[in-house]
């Protein structure tokens, strides 16, 4: 049976290089795939491009408002297995929509994004994407403390900053991102809102230190 997978995890833990590779995988046994994204994640165009240098061209951009169930029934012949890189920047609806391909024309959905922005708010496809996948999976990174890496942080000309609009492509109008674990995230979110020095986040380090052995 076709399943809906969501594999999701904080920037620079491999996302789209495992997506590529499981492209290659397939293919080599002589199945095809189709490779598609959200035409609002502009980094690389109609490519798909990864950290490591790797990059495919995508075999459809996604419009916001696009039904992608009628678009991939239209073009369905042959393939074995749909690859989502972005899946983030997906409407809700496109979501389910992805859902009626794996259970309508059983067709399993491979889904690859992040979970939350850099305020860590969900965004509306990923949310979606954990209410109804059937098999969620966290893809790993690391903070550059060591700690296991959690959230996003927004970085313009290399500074941190935590207000603007949900949507920012890396690399475009000098914006860059860096995972972050949530004892790195809530330090440099108090430096950024001048907290007073008795209220900063980075006070409860005693207690996140004691959780995080347990992870």
């Known amino acids: 049976m076709a399943k809906l997978f969501f594999r999701y995890g904080a920037m620079n833990s491999g996302k789209t290089t495992i997506l590529l590779?499981?492209?290659?995988?397939?293919?080599?046994?002589?199945?095809?795939?189709?490779?598609i994204k959200p035409k609002v994640d502009s980094k690389g165009e109609d490519y798909i491009v990864s950290r490591i240098g790797l990059k495919r061209?995508?075999?459809?951009?996604?419009?916001?408002?696009?039904?992608?169930?009628?678009y991939i029934k239209?073009?369905?012949?042959?393939?074995?297995?749909?690859?989502?890189?972005?899946?983030?920047?997906?409407?809700?609806i496109?979501?389910?929509?992805?859902?009626?391909?794996?259970?309508?024309?059983?067709?399993?959905?491979?889904?690859?994004?992040?979970?939350?922005?850099?305020?860590?708010?969900?965004f509306p496809g990923a949310t979606r994407l954990l209410e109804i996948a059937h098999t969620i999976e966290e893809m790993k990174t690391i903070c550059a403390c060591g700690r296991k890496a959690m959230f996003?942080?927004?970085?313009?000309?290399?500074?941190?900053?935590?207000d603007g609009e949900q949507v920012a492509i890396d690399g475009e109008d000098k914006i860059t991102y860096e995972s972050l674990c949530p004892y790195c995230y809530y330090d440099k979110l108090g430096k950024y809102r001048n907290v007073e020095k008795g209220l900063h986040f980075f006070d409860i380090g005693f207690f996140y230190d004691s959780w995080v052995i347990f992870w």
């Open 94 to 122: 496109q979501v389910d929509e992805l859902m009626q391909v794996v259970v309508r024309l059983n067709i399993p959905v491979i889904c690859y994004g992040l979970r939350t922005d850099f305020r860590t708010n969900g």
């Open 21 to 35: 590779q499981t492209a290659h995988n397939y293919e080599e046994r002589g199945m095809k795939v189709l490779i």
């Open 74 to 92: 239209d073009h369905d012949e042959g393939v074995k297995c749909i690859l989502v890189d972005e899946a983030q920047f997906l409407e809700a």
């Open 152 to 162: 996003n942080g927004r970085k313009i000309n290399g500074k941190f900053i935590f």
């Open 57 to 70: 061209k995508v075999d459809h951009l996604i419009e916001n408002g696009e039904n992608i169930f009628t």
